[in-house]
Antibody
Framework: QVKLLQSGAALVKPGASVKMSCKAS????????VSWVKQSHGKSLEWIGE????????NFNEKFKGKATLTVDKSTSTAYMELSRLTSEDSAIYYC????????WGQGVMVTVSS | DIQMTQSPASLSASLGETVTIECRAS??????LAWYQQKPGKSPQLLIY???SLHTGVPSRFSGSGSGTQYSLKINSLQSEDVASYFC?????????FGGGTKLELK
């Protein structure tokens, strides 16, 4: 069965960076886009961007360009997102999902930015 | 960006009732619309895609309809396990965008 297993919660200081992972299983990793979605304080959802593992091609929400970097490791079927220059506005839950219609989701990573 | 306006923001309904949630896009999205359910503390789950196609394993009491800029999610015969937040999402044009969500509670 399809699974997306994300890394654990992170507590980071303002100005620092954080890198989270999303390990895919149960399907051919290189066949589907992987998207990242932000959910702040139990509110609505924002699409950050997506990466196509086969080629490394990416598409981003303009709002998150310069904030998020997306990469993949095809050998381990793992997608990564790094967020830089963190502020309190980046405190949120971050999900990885499969496809453009998000048919499978990871369990989410809670990122807390605090000194 | 395509704006997705969802209504109502919250909804209280009784068991067995039929519930409808609306989603309006700021421009035609040609049925590129999905609906998700999110229970407290859990990840969102896909219910409907292409505006009216039921995702695998989703109960048939859920249905989607609409076209152009206006779409809706209907839940027939509300069950206690349907208490959740619901979100629409357009995937017609980048950036993919979501509605603000509807919180469904039991009356």
């Amino acid at each position: 069965q399809v699974k997306l297993l994300q890394s654990g919660a992170a507590l980071v200081k303002p100005g620092a960076s954080v890198k989270m992972s999303c390990k895919a299983s149960g399907y051919t990793f290189t066949d589907y886009w992987v998207s990242w979605v932000k959910q702040s304080h139990g509110k609505s959802l924002e699409w950050i961007g997506e990466i196509y593992p086969n080629s490394g091609a990416t598409n981003f929400n303009e709002k998150f360009k310069g904030k998020a970097t997306l990469t993949v490791d095809k050998s381990t079927s793992t997608a990564y997102m790094e967020l830089s220059r963190l502020t309190s506005e980046d405190s949120a839950i971050y999900y990885c999902t499969r496809g453009s219609v998000f048919d499978y989701w990871g369990q989410g990573v809670m990122v807390t930015v605090s000194s | 960006d395509i704006q997705m306006t969802q209504s109502p923001a919250s909804l209280s309904a009784s068991l067995g009732e039929t519930v409808t949630i609306e989603c309006r896009a700021s421009e035609d999205i040609y049925n590129g619309l999905a609906w998700y359910q999110q229970k407290p503390g859990k990840s969102p789950q896909l219910l409907i895609y292409n505006a009216n196609s039921l995702h695998t394993g989703v109960p048939s009491r859920f249905s989607g309809s609409g076209s152009g800029t206006q779409y809706s999610l209907k839940i027939n015969s509300l069950q206690s396990e349907d208490v959740a937040s619901y979100f629409c999402q357009q995937y017609y044009d980048y950036p993919w965008t979501f509605g603000g969500g509807t919180k469904l509670e039991l009356k």
